[in-house]
Nanobody, 120 residues
Framework: QVALVESGGGLVQAGGSLNLSCAAS??????TGWFRQAPGKEHEIVASISSRGGITYYADSVKGRFTISRDNAKNTVYLQMNSLKPEDTAVYYC???????????????WGQGTQVTVSS
């Protein structure tokens, strides 16, 4: 069993930055994704990183602004978010799993989420 805990969310003005962390406990190293869900919308993948960090994926909406990285020695995955926009406002979730994918079904373990609010 794997437990994921996100942190680093908050309120920031447009153009600002936040760095989210996802700390994992339990056995194994997994492919990890960051998803977000805005009010009234479906979950959407933001970025993902392979278990060893060699492969990354970014949604078009965040390319060039967000960076996903991981430190397996600390069992932590990060999402550095720069040039934030009001449309980035959402609850951000990290998810881990053995499969590599862009869909919710590809991930087995989920954190509780952290709120990111970007004011205009």
């Amino acid at each position: 069993q794997v437990a994921l805990v996100e942190s680093g969310g908050g309120l920031v003005q447009a153009g600002g930055s936040l760095n989210l962390s996802c700390a994992a406990s339990g056995r194994g190293t997994y492919n990890t994704g960051w998803f977000r869900q805005a009010p009234g919308k479906e979950h959407e993948i933001v970025a993902s990183i392979s278990s060893r960090g060699g492969i990354t994926y970014y949604a078009d909406s965040v390319k060039g602004r967000f960076t996903i990285s991981r430190d397996n020695a600390k069992n932590t995955v990060y999402l550095q978010m720069n040039s934030l926009k009001p449309e980035d406002t959402a609850v951000y979730y990290c998810a881990a799993g053995a499969r590599w994918g862009r869909n919710r079904q590809d991930y087995d373990y989920w954190g509780q989420g952290t709120q990111v609010t970007v004011s205009s």
